[in-house]
């Protein structure tokens, strides 16, 4: 069969009516993982409320969400060799849905994915320790991915949602690297200096990171010898 043939045979295949049904499934879809991220978000408010109930503090410095975007929906599928469809989306990324909180210490990282993950409405699906493992480019992180029910008008259902949660030091660390990693004009020789430059940054934030718990430690040591 000639290429024009097939792409005719294809076109007749599907119809307007099921295209139609596929473009509705898939806005339906990222409504729920839009509603997945308001739930995620307001427990991790509410985790920042209780924690300032027993440390006087809010360890949360600010919360960031994002839905995937479309083209890198389809970027993912294309390179795991899979089809565009709301079934496959669902099925196949766990990052559809992201969160990344963003605290003030490493240890208020560890308290916080605690008592989220051992709410029991939350299913843990996975555990990525980029902070006890760093990636070899010296990335940074905890990633979780949760799966968390929503309530729809007739149904509930479970959504997956990816967790990120890093210091301030990590955050910056990260986005520093994000925006180098696109930059394409460079060549080899100066990139393989940006990443060995990247890499020491990645250690210094991490003595950063245990000499502000250090610190923050000795402050908590003076306020209980003060009560
Ligand atoms: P974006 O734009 O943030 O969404 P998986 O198929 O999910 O098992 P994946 O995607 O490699 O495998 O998972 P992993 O390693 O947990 O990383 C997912 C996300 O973590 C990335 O999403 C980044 O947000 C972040 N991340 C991981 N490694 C690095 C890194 O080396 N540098 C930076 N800056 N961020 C990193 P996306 O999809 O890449 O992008």
Redesign the pocket.
Known sequence: MQDEELRQKIKELVTDEEVAKQVLMTRELMTCYRCAIMEVETKFRVLDEKFSLHGERNPIESIKS?V?SPE?IVE?LRR?GLAMTPEIVERE???VA?V?VICSFVDDIYTLADWLTGQDDITLL?V?D?IKNP?P???R?L?L?IAIPIFLDDCKRNMKV?V?LRTITMES???L??KL?YKKDLDEEVVAKISKELFECSQLCDLLDAKMSHVKSVVAMHEDDDD
Do not use: V
């Open positions: 994002r995937k890198s993912k795991k990324l766990n990052d992201g990344r996975r990525k980029y990636k480019n010296g990335y992180s990633h991915i990816e990120q660390w990260a986005n690297e994000h990693r």
